[in-house]
Structure formats: structure tokens, C-alpha cells
């Protein structure tokens, strides 16, 4: 009788092991991803530069957990002389499904379709303002950092980086992040 119960304890363990590591596989499979035109650290096309059309490029974001409210996105540049230079700042876009799509080239507006809001970058413009590190300084990592929220946000006035990260805390579900590369030559 104690074999007996010594073999059911086995498989009961055995079972709870599966089936635990099943879930975590489940729920690291269905992490929230952000794609765009570039692969993650490879190099951001000229178009979304400075040197280029300097609009935004297309970010799709997919397994956006079912309780998501709003997607909000901090582009910014910690490679930069002065220190972490800010490129775009943007919340309040609209969850409809496991998956968004940032069309490219967002108006450079501060109230976008949908509540969708736009604060100011470190150019001191509203919307986004591509790669544009002095020439000769080497490659820069443009971290693009997606966060879905529980939530809409209300903020009102000239909103900066500082200001979304304020509101923002204690309404991240979850995140994912995309890094481009940018360098200007001589």
C-alpha cells in the first residue's frame, strides 16, 4: 500500500510539474510583441530619420492582453551626448483585439482619430521626430517601448516623457519593446 502511495505522489507531482511548465510556455508564448519595418537591433530605415522624411514608422503590436484598455509608446535614445533624448511620446491609442497597428506616418498633432494623444519630444515638438545623432558619433539604440495599460489617461498641458511615465505607473499590464539603430556619416 505505501508503493501505491508513493507512485500516486510521484505522478501527481510529475503532473503538477507538466502542466506548470505548460503554463508558463503558454504565457511566454503569448507575450505581447511589437514588429516594425525593421527587425529588432537592425538598422531604422533612412525614411523614419531626420536625413529622411522624419515621420514615424509603422509598429504593429500583437498578443495585447485581453484587459488592455490603451497602448502607450515612448520612443528615446540613451545613446545621446547630452544624455536619454526623448523621440516620440504617445498614449491613449485605442485596444480593439489582441493586436494594433500604428499606421506610419502619424499627423504631428497633439490630439490624433480615436483619443489618441501626443506629447512633446526633446526637440520641444509634439509627435515623433526621428534618428538624428550628430555625425560621427557612432550607432545610437532607438528603443521604441510599447505598454499596454488598464486604462485611459488624462493628461492635459504640454506632456513630456516624465509626465506619461508618472500617469502611466500602476497601469502597465505589460510591455514589449523594439530597438532600431540609426548613424550619420561624415
Given at each position: 500500500m505505501k508503493k501505491l502511495f508513493s507512485l500516486l505522489a510521484i505522478l501527481i507531482v510529475l503532473f503538477g510539474f507538466v502542466y506548470g511548465a505548460?503554463?508558463?510556455?503558454?504565457?511566454?508564448?503569448?507575450?505581447?510583441?511589437?514588429?516594425?519595418?525593421?527587425?529588432?537591433?537592425?538598422?531604422?530605415?533612412?525614411?523614419?530619420?531626420?536625413?529622411?522624411?522624419?515621420?514615424?514608422?509603422?509598429l504593429v503590436i500583437t498578443n495585447v492582453p485581453k484587459n488592455a484598455k490603451s497602448?502607450?509608446?515612448i520612443c528615446d535614445d540613451p545613446d545621446a551626448p547630452i544624455g536619454t533624448f526623448v523621440h516620440w511620446v504617445i498614449w491613449n491609442i485605442p485596444v480593439d483585439g489582441d493586436s494594433v497597428k500604428i499606421p506610419e506616418g502619424l499627423k504631428k498633432l497633439e490630439k490624433l482619430t480615436?483619443?489618441?494623444?501626443?506629447?512633446?519630444?526633446?526637440f520641444g515638438k509634439?509627435?515623433?521626430?526621428?534618428?538624428?545623432?550628430?555625425?560621427g558619433h557612432g550607432v545610437h539604440h532607438y528603443h521604441f517601448k510599447v505598454y499596454a495599460l488598464d486604462t485611459l489617461l488624462d493628461l492635459k498641458g504640454k506632456v513630456k516623457k516624465t509626465d506619461l511615465e508618472k500617469a502611466m505607473k500602476g497601469h502597465i499590464i505589460e510591455s514589449a519593446e523594439i530597438v532600431g539603430l540609426y548613424e550619420r556619416k561624415y
Amino acid at each position: 500500500m505505501k508503493k501505491l502511495f508513493s507512485l500516486l505522489a510521484i505522478l501527481i507531482v510529475l503532473f503538477g510539474f507538466v502542466y506548470g511548465a505548460e503554463k508558463v510556455a503558454n504565457k511566454e508564448a503569448k507575450r505581447m510583441v511589437v514588429t516594425s519595418v525593421f527587425k529588432n537591433g537592425e538598422f531604422i530605415p533612412k525614411k523614419y530619420a531626420c536625413e529622411g522624411e522624419d515621420i514615424n514608422p509603422e509598429l504593429v503590436i500583437t498578443n495585447v492582453p485581453k484587459n488592455a484598455k490603451s497602448i502607450a509608446i515612448i520612443c528615446d535614445d540613451p545613446d545621446a551626448p547630452i544624455g536619454t533624448f526623448v523621440h516620440w511620446v504617445i498614449w491613449n491609442i485605442p485596444v480593439d483585439g489582441d493586436s494594433v497597428k500604428i499606421p506610419e506616418g502619424l499627423k504631428k498633432l497633439e490630439k490624433l482619430t480615436e483619443g489618441t494623444m501626443q506629447g512633446y519630444n526633446d526637440f520641444g515638438k509634439i509627435g515623433y521626430n526621428g534618428p538624428c545623432p550628430p555625425r560621427g558619433h557612432g550607432v545610437h539604440h532607438y528603443h521604441f517601448k510599447v505598454y499596454a495599460l488598464d486604462t485611459l489617461l488624462d493628461l492635459k498641458g504640454k506632456v513630456k516623457k516624465t509626465d506619461l511615465e508618472k500617469a502611466m505607473k500602476g497601469h502597465i499590464i505589460e510591455s514589449a519593446e523594439i530597438v532600431g539603430l540609426y548613424e550619420r556619416k561624415y
